[in-house]
């Protein structure tokens, strides 16, 4: 395993490598390390899924022979950041472990963590010569009490090895414990999964009855649902509304003027949105060029690929309290919250990042807006009026809720099922087109999921409601299902970058149905607080969400 010379490299890493060896057989040990960090640095380039004699395994196996050629040359501490960066690639590679106790047993002061590295590779490769030689070297661990010199060195090395044993036992019994621990989470997982698809077999059903005009659960009549447009999900994803005509023209100035009215392209426009929010649940809409939607958001990204790259303890310097900032839920992922209003405590990671995600957040809030007043006109009301429900304009006292997100997935190769149908905790979702396509929306006519990302360029935002629109207009603007996969495909990627924009309410805005134009068949009015929390089950009672597909296994999306 362990041989002098860095020998063990996998395929793949070209001349670089051959030069790296024969340097170091030849113990031209500065040499060596100079070659097998350009082939580390190489391999560290192509970047993509850990896989057998992939990029990052060539990188693992470049940084130990690195490390071996620093030891020789010398240059432990060098040395161990090497042994420590193969280590951190590829944690269960035994040699990567020897490597790291070679490093630190070459420095004063650290027997006890060489020894321990050495027994991590022992663990991995049981009776492995190199490592059993490295140990004998350290010698015995220092006894608890003054032991005298009595059994001499037999006794010490029996020491040695009785705390080895020890220490085994203990990795065992852990990683047996992780093990049935990962099992129920994995079996648990696929019970609520065919749990969801009996739901959702269940909720097609009572839509077609629905539909047929038999109703829903008696008493609880299913929302009128406007016809679906022609050639159905598909045929609306290929042809996106223009954001041009949803946006507020300028004063003095309608592109309808000369058209009837409700007869022109912008009307038209506005009542396709509509339809498909009411139908689909969900819309595309293509931005002009001018506004150059996706190379702001490209720089979003960029920017959240440098920041989560960053050490944790540096990104927790960016962590607020009140939900703004870094944030680390438990998952595959992390993100960095943006709102308009800040608490004392919250700081940028630098200007830069902070010009990036404000211009981003400016453009989606202006969309989302537009998207909002489109609606609030469709129901028949006052845009103006349903705008107080909003914390955009709220003095800034009031907690800020509507939010941007820009969301960092690690892939998972395993796990294609690991996020299930959520829905928003938003009046409106705007979300541009992710680093790669991931993302699915179930379509509410039929209920089936649809790849909305593959159908989306640089320039097309999607658009859907959220729980709080729901809620204030009966369902006629039902919550959009949607999820991300735990991998992605045609695309050599470890990360993925998502960025939606959450348009929210007030906390102490109440929801009322009869506001909307709905009547009482919308419900009781609600406070957007007992939503935002679940007061009493009050996000679980709506009529139209009885069933486990709207929610996440994770709970509710907030």
């Not at 140990?135 to 040695?160: D, Q, S, T, V």
């Amino acid at each position: 395993m362990v041989g002098a010379g860095g020998g063990g490299g996998g395929g793949g890493g070209g001349g670089a490598a051959c030069d790296g060896r024969s340097l170091f057989k030849a113990g031209r040990w500065g040499e060596a390390a100079e070659a097998f960090a350009h082939e580390a640095g190489a391999a560290a380039a192509e970047g993509g899924a850990a896989r057998p004699g992939g990029p990052r395994e060539r990188e693992a196996r470049a940084r130990g022979n690195l490390s071996a050629a620093l030891l020789r040359a010398g240059r432990p501490r060098e040395a161990l950041r090497a042994a420590e960066g193969a280590r951190a690639l590829a944690p269960g590679w035994a040699k990567a472990h020897f490597r790291c106790g070679a490093a630190l047993g070459a420095l004063p002061g650290r027997e006890a963590d060489a020894r321990e590295a050495l027994e991590a590779a022992l663990a991995l490769e049981p009776g492995n010569a190199d490592c059993l030689r490295r140990m004998k070297a350290l010698g015995p661990e220092a006894p608890a009490g003054n032991a005298g010199e009595a059994g001499g060195a037999l006794g010490g090395e029996a020491e040695l090895w009785g705390a080895f044993a020890k220490k085994l036992a203990a990795w065992e019994e852990l990683s047996r414990v992780e093990n049935l621990r990962l099992r129920k989470l994995s079996e648990e997982q696929e019970q609520r999964l065919v749990a969801q698809g009996d739901t959702i077999e269940r909720l097609q059903s009572q839509l077609r009855e629905a539909r047929g005009g038999s109703g829903v659960g008696g008493a609880e009549k299913a929302v009128a649902t406007p016809p679906p447009a022609a050639g159905g999900v598909e045929a609306a994803m290929a042809d996106p509304v223009p954001l041009q005509h949803l946006l507020p023209h300028a004063r003095g100035s309608d592109p309808d003027a000369g058209n009837g009215g409700g007869g022109g392209v912008r009307a038209a426009a506005r009542k396709k949105l509509c339809q498909n929010l009411r139908t689909h649940g969900f819309c595309l809409v293509q931005a002009p060029r001018a506004l150059r939607v996706g190379s702001t958001i490209d720089r979003a990204y960029e920017n959240a690929r440098v920041f989560f790259r960053l050490p944790t303890e540096r990104k927790d310097a960016n962590r607020c309290p009140t939900e703004h900032g870094y944030l680390n839920p438990e998952g595959n992922y992390q993100c960095f919250q943006v709102k308009s209003r800040h608490g004392a405590s919250f700081t940028w990671p630098g200007q830069g990042f902070q010009s990036a995600f404000v211009a981003a957040y400016k453009l989606l809030e202006q969309v989302a807006l537009a998207c909002f007043d489109v609606c609030a006109a469709d129901l028949g009301c006052e845009p103006s009026g349903l705008r107080d429900l909003l914390d955009v304009d709220a003095p800034r006292e009031v907690p800020a809720r509507t939010a941007m997100r820009c969301i960092e997935y690690t892939r998972v190769e395993e796990t294609r099922n690991e996020y299930a149908d959520h829905t928003d905790l938003s009046f409106v979702t705007v979300a541009p087109r992710g680093s790669c396509a991931a993302l699915r929306v179930r379509d509410m006519l039929s209920l089936k999921e649809v790849d909305v990302e593959r159908a989306m360029g640089p320039d097309t935002l999607l658009v859907y409601c959220g729980d709080l629109m729901a809620r204030l207009t009966g369902n006629s603007f039902p919550a959009a299902m949607h999820r991300p996969v735990g991998a992605w495909e045609g695309a050599d990627a470890n990360y993925r970058y998502a960025l939606p924009f959450f348009l929210r309410g007030r906390s102490d805005a109440v929801l009322d149905p009869r506001n909307a134009g709905q009547g009482s068949k919308g419900g009781e009015p609600v406070p957007v607080w007992m939503l935002e929390n679940n007061v009493g089950g009050s996000r679980d009672s709506f009529p139209w969400k009885k069933a486990q597909a709207y929610y996440s296994t994770f709970g509710f999306s907030a």
